[in-house]
């Protein structure tokens, strides 16, 4: 029985090297995702995001549900002097007259953080939905509402550092016990 093969240490440190490149590659990934987060996750047009607008109006498809939301919800609700259970919500088909739109508020003990209530659409098309007392309402859910790209942005970061660093840290490891670490190989 023959014995297995030493591997060479000029192998093992540049397997090494190419793992702590491709670490380093993934943090640098991570570190942009993740600042592409923090710049994208205020301004989407969503409730959660802080500084959004809600849009004027939104798709609906009759018979589905949806869900009404602002900022902070219920707590945004009772700041502004509201009783959740009262709330009264209208809807407009574009262009067209209010109709009241029949809805289920959230209760005020909700752990929901930003829906204040849910209603079942009484129209196809895009309409648009006022809440008495209530600055502009967003419908997350709608038909037409755009992806949460600094979502997206958050998890590929995420995945990325965590993937990155221990491959970073495993070839400045390796290299670092073989001497390769600091040392320029010249070519003859």
């Given at each position: 029985?023959?014995?297995?093969?030493?591997r060479q240490p000029a192998a093992r440190g540049g397997r090494a090297e190419r793992l702590g490149l491709v670490g380093a590659v993934l943090?640098?990934?991570?570190?942009?995702?993740?600042?592409?987060?923090?710049?994208?996750?205020?301004?989407?047009?969503?409730?959660?995001?802080?500084?959004?607008?809600?849009?004027?109006?939104?798709?609906?498809?009759?018979?589905?549900?949806?869900?009404?939301?602002?900022?902070?919800?219920?707590?945004?609700?009772?700041?502004?002097?509201?009783?959740?259970?009262?709330?009264?919500?209208?809807?407009?088909?574009?262009?067209?007259?209010?109709?009241?739109?029949?809805?289920?508020?959230?209760?005020?003990?909700?752990?929901?953080?930003?829906?204040?209530?849910?209603?079942?659409?009484?129209?196809?098309?895009?309409?648009?939905?006022?809440?008495?007392?209530?600055?502009?309402?967003?419908?997350?859910?709608?038909?037409?509402?755009?992806?949460?790209?600094?979502?997206?942005?958050?998890?590929?970061?995420?995945?990325?550092?965590?993937?990155?660093?221990?491959?970073?840290?495993?070839?400045?490891?390796?290299?670092?016990?073989?001497?390769?670490?600091?040392?320029?190989?010249?070519?003859?």
């Amino acid at each position: 029985m023959r014995p297995a093969p030493e591997r060479q240490p000029a192998a093992r440190g540049g397997r090494a090297e190419r793992l702590g490149l491709v670490g380093a590659v993934l943090v640098v990934l991570g570190l942009v995702l993740c600042v592409a987060y923090r710049f994208t996750a205020s301004n989407e047009p969503h409730s959660y995001a802080a500084d959004a607008v809600a849009p004027y109006d939104v798709r609906v498809t009759q018979g589905q549900l949806y869900h009404v939301a602002i900022h902070r919800g219920i707590d945004a609700e009772q700041d502004l002097g509201l009783v959740p259970a009262a709330l009264a919500c209208t809807y407009a088909v574009q262009p067209g007259t209010e109709r009241p739109l029949s809805l289920t508020a959230e209760p005020s003990t909700s752990k929901a953080t930003n829906v204040i209530a849910t209603f079942q659409a009484p129209v196809t098309g895009s309409v648009h939905i006022g809440c008495t007392g209530l600055p502009a309402v967003f419908v997350d859910d709608a038909d037409n509402e755009s992806a949460d790209r600094s979502g997206w942005y958050l998890l590929l970061g995420v995945l990325a550092l965590v993937t990155g660093v221990p491959l970073l840290l495993s070839g400045l490891r390796t290299m670092y016990r073989s001497g390769s670490l600091g040392q320029h190989h010249e070519v003859e």
